[in-house]
């Protein structure tokens, strides 16, 4: 495979990927040795300087926007998913980037209100996943924000969220 190839391959499994991937993964898929991954990787983030970049943070690589198109893309993003979830939605979506990881019983007794159907939906939309059980009677499933969640709102991570108005912790 020639250095252009590797490259292009790279570029379309970083694009298609829901998760940043580490050299050793995408040696793994592309068949390419582990230092000719990581040569493409550099080639690749020269060449992406436009409205999408290569980033790379503990090891892994992903595509984001450009740091430029922030508040088009942050604008863009807030009007779909506005439109796209419901009110409770959003509510029980913000419940879980705050609180997470957060139980069904711990979402319910923050909104007053059963939220099985909401926290399904979520999941459907990747925007939370499953991630533990708790030490809680039964053992139930705690809820976080995805990789998904945080991509689509340009987040590293939860910490990066706005802080919350007094009271409303």
Same mark, same amino acid.
């Given at each position: 495979m020639s250095e252009q190839d590797l490259e292009?391959?790279?570029? +379309?499994i970083l694009?298609?990927?829901?998760?940043?991937?580490?050299?050793? &993964? $995408? !040696?793994?898929?592309?068949?390419?040795?582990?230092?000719?991954?990581?040569? +493409?990787?550099?080639?690749?983030?020269?060449?992406?300087?436009?409205?999408? &970049? $290569? !980033?790379?943070?503990t090891g892994a690589y992903r595509l984001v926007t450009a740091p430029e198109a922030a508040e088009t893309v942050r604008a863009f993003l807030e009007d779909t998913s506005r439109s796209d979830l419901t009110r409770a939605a959003l509510e029980t979506l913000a419940i879980i980037a705050y609180r997470g990881p957060i139980t069904r019983a711990g979402i319910e007794h923050v909104r007053g209100v059963a939220s099985e159907a909401m926290i399904r939906n979520l999941m459907a939309r990747g925007l939370i996943s499953e991630t533990s059980r708790s030490n809680e009677a039964g053992r139930p499933w705690q809820y976080e924000v995805s990789h998904t969640f945080l991509q689509h709102f340009g987040l590293a991570s939860t910490a990066d969220l706005p802080p919350l108005p007094e009271g409303a912790a």
């Open positions: 292009r391959d790279l570029e +379309a694009f298609s990927a829901g998760e940043p991937l580490t050299p050793k &993964r $995408l !040696a793994a898929v592309t068949g390419a040795p582990e230092t000719a991954v990581k040569t +493409a990787l550099e080639a690749l983030g020269k060449r992406l300087t436009g409205g999408i &970049r $290569l !980033a790379h943070a």
